[in-house]
């Protein structure tokens, strides 16, 4: 055992004339979701969406329709219709095969309603049948392809 003795104590902490201490005390924080502005998505993936509607989608007919836009990087698009009628949603997790889709590239699809009030719809299954003329093709991977 040592013989020395304990160090003496220290002053307590000078109070400010607000009454809160000179040093500011860190506090931790749980994570937010709304925090950095990240809200989460209300829109069913493929992920999220519920089984009995991904059995409804797959048991549809097949659309035809055309690539309207597609922005990789915000991970969604949208469809107009061979039919005609309002443009559908596309979400970059119901794309299939190794082409990012393009402006003008020809697709089929299923579609399938997104909640909580069905009202409209989202195109699922989505397949590029023929690739934009003219245009350069990238995969999942990033290689870049010309049409």
């Given at each position: 055992?040592?013989?020395?003795?304990?160090?003496?104590?220290?002053?307590p902490?000078?109070?400010?004339?607000g009454?809160l201490?000179d040093?500011?005390?860190?506090?931790?924080r749980?994570?937010?979701?709304?925090?950095?502005?990240v809200?989460?998505?209300?829109l069913?993936?493929?992920?999220?969406?519920?089984?009995?509607a991904?059995?409804?989608?797959?048991?549809?007919?097949?659309?035809?329709?055309?690539?309207?836009?597609?922005?990789r990087?915000?991970?969604?698009?949208?469809?107009?219709?061979?039919?005609?009628?309002?443009?559908?949603f596309?979400?970059i997790?119901?794309?299939?095969?190794?082409?990012?889709?393009?402006?003008?590239?020809?697709?089929?699809?299923?579609?399938?309603?997104?909640?909580p009030?069905?009202?409209?719809?989202?195109?699922?299954?989505?397949?590029?049948?023929?690739?934009?003329?003219?245009?350069?093709?990238?995969?999942?991977?990033?290689?870049?392809?010309?049409?």
């Open positions: 055992m040592s013989s020395e003795p304990p160090p003496p104590a220290q002053p902490a000078q109070q400010a004339s009454g201490l040093t500011p005390r860190a506090r931790e749980s994570p937010s979701p709304l925090r950095g502005n809200v989460p998505s209300p069913p993936t493929r992920r999220t969406r519920t089984f009995s991904t059995v409804r989608a797959s048991q549809g007919p097949i659309y035809r329709g055309v690539c309207k836009c597609f922005c990087s915000k991970g969604h698009g949208f469809i107009t219709p061979a039919d005609g009628g309002p443009d559908i596309l979400h997790s119901d794309v299939e095969g190794e082409y990012v889709p393009m402006e003008g590239d020809e697709v089929t699809y299923k579609m399938c309603s997104i909640p009030k069905n009202e409209k719809l989202q195109a699922v299954e989505v397949v590029i049948t023929h690739l934009a003329p003219g245009t350069k093709h990238e995969t999942w991977s990033g290689h870049v392809i010309s049409s």
